[in-house]
């Protein structure tokens, strides 16, 4: 009786210890550095959109049907619009009479300023028509939001971020179309504490407006970011600032939060999404995108249901959702298209990519005065992980692997003409770490990243048998790897006049 007994109490206990596992889920829901995250549902399913920056194709689009696990299905934009230099920031998904619009920042070819373009599409998955600029404002009006009220559309915006002046949340009405601003823009909200404002959701409830935004700093190792919300009885304010502000900030194991917008479950629960770093080695993961459950308090003042402090532990939307591990990233190259989870630096190279009989052919063509080399990259979705691929023809150009900042900062391991070489390039100054005979025609090159910067380097004539590569390389250098608004990305890298081919790539977390 002793042991049936105690066979129940184990059985009960783990299957308690099950239903605890599905009950929650583990934030980042998207792996990898999405910045400035918008979501929205159409029907029962959601789409998520985040910052591309730097990095081609433009604006990269998932889907999900619980809110944990998503799945990228392509890009806003897979050709840049003529009009725009760089800097493609803070999408934003807006549904309106069975259209989808996208409204995002972009810096102007024309004068280097950041403004708000829009661009529709019958799906949030189809192919977008660009309408060009839509809110053009002063040195800068970036982080587009758009709310409808009473059947009229409004805009806003964040302005004066690069004006010796307080930073504020403007809006505009917007044409019925969606495409153009009626009327003179209006002040929302001003941050008269210096404190940073930008990233706002705008919503109508209980008979209050609701701006919850971002504020402190955005980007890298020292940032602060934080959620804080303000409220109004008329859209046009003035807009109360919540005494317990920041309702949401960094926590123990997580640097900042903030920047997000906010979906709603089919029956009416809140979603907020933004993104956030985390501390120690994940923090070269980028900035994150992290889900967080928001209801509305009794005093109409809306709140966290895990509280203020940011955790990597949520509980799950729905009671039958089961989040996904995180999968290793395998392409062997027989796919007719590039996969969507590849990124190139777009300001420094026009990236050109052949796939033929599974292989994958990189070249390209530098830009003038500021590109060296073309670098086809992934995210990475783990602090520790191995890239491996198979350089599969041989000639004068440079084929093999590299950690990429930017063009003028970087790591590379690979081969040129008869030498298996090792370069630091470090605010556009080589350093050669290791110069080799090539051992052979063809090779296996491996790249081992711990602590999320930590690289090691080892080749092998067989895939099987490798031998490591050593090298001295100064901190200086790996922290040059990390730029202001983006982290390093491993991937494939080709310098010179000549192709360079390979036979497969993967990535797989350590």
């Known amino acids: 009786m002793k042991k049936l007994l105690t066979v129940l109490l184990c059985s009960a206990s783990a299957a308690m210890g099950l239903a605890q596992q599905q009950t929650y889920f583990t934030n980042p829901v998207i792996r990898g550095d999405v910045a400035d995250p918008s979501i929205m549902r159409i029907g029962e399913t959601y789409y998520a959109t985040g910052t591309s920056s730097e990095w081609a194709p433009y604006y990269p689009v998932f889907s999900s049907v619980d809110l944990v696990n998503w799945k990228q299905t392509g ?27 996208v ?24 192919k977008f028509k660009d309408y060009g600029p839509v809110v053009e404002f002063g040195k800068e009006a970036i982080d587009a939001f758009v709310l409808e009220d009473n059947g009229q559309l409004y805009i806003t915006w964040k302005a004066y971020g690069l004006d010796d002046r307080p930073i504020e949340l403007l809006a505009s009405k917007l044409s019925s179309d969606g495409l153009h601003l009626e009327g003179e823009p209006f002040s929302l909200l001003r941050d008269d504490e210096r404190r940073g404002m930008e990233g706002q959701q705008w919503f109508k409830m209980n008979g209050y407006y609701y701006i919850i935004y971002a504020i402190n700093g955005c980007c890298g190792p020292g940032s602060d970011y934080a959620v ?29 939060i903030g920047h997000g917008t906010m979906t709603t479950t089919p029956d009416g629960r809140m979603f907020y999404l933004c993104h956030a770093y985390s501390k120690d080695a994940d ?4 900035r994150q995108p992290h889900l967080q459950e928001l209801v509305m308090g009794e005093d109409n003042w ?15 939307p729905f009671v039958d959702c089961v989040q996904e591990p995180i999968f290793d990233f395998t392409d062997d190259f027989t796919e007719t298209a590039l996969r969507p989870e590849w990124t190139w630096n777009y300001p420094y190279a026009d990236v050109k990519v052949d796939l033929k009989a599974g292989n994958l052919s990189l070249s390209g063509s530098p830009k003038p005065g500021v590109g060296t080399g073309n670098a086809l990259c992934l995210r990475p979705t783990t602090a520790d992980y191995t890239l491996e691929t198979a350089v599969a023809n041989q000639n004068d150009s440079w084929k093999g692997i590299v950690m990429y900042g930017d063009d ?28 080799i005979k090539l051992p052979a025609p063809s090779l296996y090159l491996r790249m081992k990243v711990t602590d999320g910067i930590h690289c090691s380097f080892a080749y092998s004539e067989d ?3 490798w031998k490591e590569v050593e090298y001295d390389l100064p901190q200086s250098t790996l922290k040059s790897l990390v730029r202001w608004d983006r982290i390093s990305r491993p991937g494939l890298y080709q310098q010179g006049d000549k192709p360079a081919i390979y036979s497969y790539c993967w990535l797989k977390n350590n």
């Open 75 to 101: 890009h806003v934009f897979d050709e840049k619009p003529d009009w725009i230099k760089s800097s493609f920031w803070a999408p934003e998904w807006f549904y309106h009479k069975g259209k989808v619009y």
């Open 103 to 126: 409204y995002y920042t972009a810096r102007k070819k024309s004068d280097n300023i950041s403004c708000i373009g829009v661009a529709v599409a019958d799906s949030p998955t189809g």
């Open 228 to 256: 804080a919300v303000a409220r109004s009885k008329k859209l046009a304010g003035p807009y109360e600032k919540y005494e317990g502000n920041p309702i949401l900030h960094g926590g123990k194991d997580i640097l900042s």
């Open 283 to 286: 923090f070269y993961q980028g």
């Open 302 to 316: 809306p709140r966290f249901v895990t509280g203020e402090y940011a955790s990597f532990a949520q509980p799950m």
């Open 408 to 435: 003028k900062n970087l790591l590379t391991f690979g081969c040129e003409a008869d030498r298996l070489k090792l370069k630091a390039i470090q605010d556009g100054k080589e350093v050669m770490l290791s110069n």
């Open 463 to 465: 895939g099987s048998k």
